[in-house]
């Protein structure tokens, strides 16, 4: 299943679409920073050690302001993704289920 296909994040959910001192728009440093968890990157400061940093080229630095950004409404835009996955996963027959389904995300090592 390819996830971030399924997931559609608006450019008004992040704010502005491109920083001016920025080669990336705010959608392409969320899908970067989704992305750390799959190349075993901790955060943004192992990032330039990191695999995923020779395919793209930027710094630390810009999820840093990323993710400091005021303007951005995390918990709404976490929702938002929540939801659309608990969509896309959900049982598509009504017939009842004695078990219960759930979802675990683990990222811990």
């Known amino acids: 299943m390819r996830v971030m296909e399924c997931i559609n994040i608006r450019p008004?959910?992040?704010?502005p679409e491109k920083k001016e001192n920025c080669k990336?728009?705010?959608v392409q440093v969320?899908?970067?920073l989704m992305l750390f968890p799959f190349f075993v990157v901790r955060n943004a400061y192992r990032y330039s050690g990191s695999s995923l940093?020779?395919?793209?080229?930027?710094?630390?630095?810009?999820?840093?302001r990323f993710?400091?950004?005021?303007d951005i409404k995390w918990r709404k835009l976490l929702y938002a993704m929540n939801?659309?996955?608990?969509?896309?996963?959900s049982r598509s027959t009504e017939a009842?289920?004695?078990k219960p389904?759930?979802?675990?995300?683990?990222?811990t090592d």
């Open 96 to 98: 009842e289920h004695d």
């Open 53 to 64: 940093s020779r395919l793209f080229c930027c710094e630390k630095d810009m999820f840093y």
């Open 83 to 89: 939801l659309q996955l608990l969509r896309k996963i």
């Open 67 to 70: 993710m400091n950004d005021g």
């Open 30 to 32: 969320l899908n970067l």
């Open 24 to 26: 990336f728009t705010n």
């Open 12 to 15: 008004e959910q992040i704010g």
């Open 101 to 107: 389904v759930c979802l675990i995300i683990d990222d």
